[in-house]
């Protein structure tokens, strides 16, 4: 076979439309130009960021603070994208959750190993997520790049539905010991590399025809995050229309101590804890979903191996030859997500389903009451398609 339809591709870098020293949004603005075509699912975002100080001034070399996992998408909270004027994403502080359930398992050990390092991704240690000493290897490696205020340079393709960034907390982006730490992030640099492509006229002209007959569709997988919390001292909680309208097709949530989503420097954002789970169901219109219940126990007999393989079921993983680099024992200490697959077929295909309206619950039960404030972290994915016509107005069903 032989590719004639493109011409000629090329990554262009755009730079930010203001100055991105004030902490404030980071905004990129891609110009629809020329005849080219814009490829946004090959489209990566450059940084480079080093940590300070809270008065600005160089870290020392002993410092005890370092990057939290997978930072490069840890520093932003928000990234929205407009296509013409129609956003397209919804605008919600929970992108570093989505970046970081979404890279955990979606690659195996070989990506994380080394391409997603480019993203300063590297596995903090299960039993060790909120330490800050040589216990954390993941948090070690990470803090190599980063001792004495060095520049990192870092580079990942954004996680959004297709580039106005809102920028994390310092906070939440680092993990620190000590009395009373002050630290802050510098992002220095930033650039948004794009990929662009000149197609040949004449399939070119067969794109301007169709226009005139249709709108161009584009099958999308969209993702929704979403957060509710649960107080300490529960021992169970029900939570009502979770999402209410359209479906997910695929549901992930996790349990975050509260203070560590807010933002600490004495704790890992990330750290999905367990809390004692012992009953976990959704209810898709009053049907349960598992039809029996994960009801995993978290004690010294470690009887949790269904929760355990829905990681895998729930990402269309099941028994295949690929992974996640999450083991058994480091779903118990640090790394407890919960997927659910809620396609009628129960199948992670490249097939679109039905739309199927109507309403998500939640129901979760604890064998003990809950020690602090949790926040449960819900990640839904959902079928959607984009339009646009001759004249470039988009219609989103969102």
Not at 298 to 325: C, H, I, P
Not at 334 to 340: E, H, P, S, V
Request: a negative charge; glycine letters at 8%.
């Amino acid at each position: 076979m032989t590719q004639t339809s493109i011409e000629h591709a090329q990554w262009v870098e755009h730079q930010p439309v203001a100055s991105i020293g004030t902490g404030g949004p980071i905004e990129f603005l891609l110009p629809g130009s020329g005849d080219d075509y814009l490829d946004l699912a090959n489209t990566y975002l450059f940084v480079r960021a080093r940590v300070l100080k809270g008065d600005g001034g160089r870290l020392p070399a002993a410092a005890p603070v370092g990057p939290v996992n997978n930072w490069m998408h840890s520093l932003f909270s928000q990234v929205d994208v407009s296509l013409n004027g129609t956003l397209v994403t919804p605008s919600t502080n929970t992108y570093a959750y989505r970046a970081y359930i979404e890279t955990l398992l979606s690659h195996g050990a070989e990506a994380k190993n080394s391409q997603l390092t480019s993203a300063l991704w590297y596995k903090d240690t299960a039993g060790h997520m909120d330490a800050t000493d040589n216990e954390n290897k993941g948090l070690l490696k990470r803090k190599d790049y980063t001792t004495g205020s060095r520049i990192v340079d870092m580079m990942g393709r954004l996680h959004v539905d297709l580039f106005f960034q809102v920028q994390s907390k310092n906070a939440f982006a680092l993990m620190a010991g000590g009395d009373n730490p002050d630290y802050k992030i510098s992002i220095d640099e930033a650039g948004l590399f794009a990929r662009k492509a000149k197609l040949n006229p004449a399939v070119q002209m067969g794109h301007v025809k169709a226009l005139e007959k249709g709108t161009a569709k584009y099958p999308l997988r969209r993702v929704h995050c979403k957060v509710f919390s649960i107080p300490r001292g529960a021992m169970s909680h029900t939570h009502e229309n979770v999402y209410l309208g359209v479906l997910p097709k695929r549901v992930v949530l996790c349990c975050v101590d509260n203070d560590a989503y807010n933002g600490t420097f004495a704790k890992n954002p990330f750290h999905a804890k367990h809390n004692k789970l012992n009953f976990l169901a959704l209810y898709v219109d009053g049907q349960q979903v598992p039809a029996k219940p994960l009801q995993p126990k978290f004690d010294a007999d470690g009887t949790y191996v269904r929760s355990y393989l829905n990681l895998f079921a729930g990402k269309g993983k099941m028994f295949q030859d690929e992974g996640n680099d999450i083991t058994r024992q480091d779903f118990a200490e640090g790394y407890t997500l919960f997927a659910f697959d809620i396609t009628p077929d129960c199948c992670d295909g490249p097939h679109f389903n039905l739309v199927h309206k109507g309403n998500l619950r939640v129901e979760m039960h604890f064998d003990e009451p809950l020690e602090q404030t949790v926040n449960v972290v819900v990640y839904g994915e959902f079928e959607s398609v984009l339009e646009t016509d001759r004249n470039r107005n988009v219609v989103y069903d969102y």
